[in-house]
């Protein structure tokens, strides 16, 4: 069983991993307006290729249901100004 404090060095580092998941969502959301665009007017099925570069910028170590909870709510918040 971890100690108290290794369970805040754990913690941390879940959350600096969440927070660079976040960060390659935002900057993929950015780099892709034609996808992100294809998204919001129906094309769901761009969701995937979305999803796969956030992944690849990640080399395949994120957590996919962070990405994916992350992307989507990205996605589907109002669009930037």
Known sequence: MLAAH???AV???VVAFAAAV???VA???RAEPGAVG???SGKRQVYGYLVGRVMAHMNGRADA?????ELRRRL???PDG
């Open 65 to 69: 249901r962070l990405v994916n909870e």
């Open 38 to 40: 294809e998204y919001r």
């Open 76 to 78: 589907d918040a109002v």
């Open 6 to 8: 290794q369970w805040v």
């Open 11 to 13: 913690a941390a580092i």
């Open 22 to 24: 976040w960060g390659f």
């Open 27 to 29: 900057w993929r959301r």
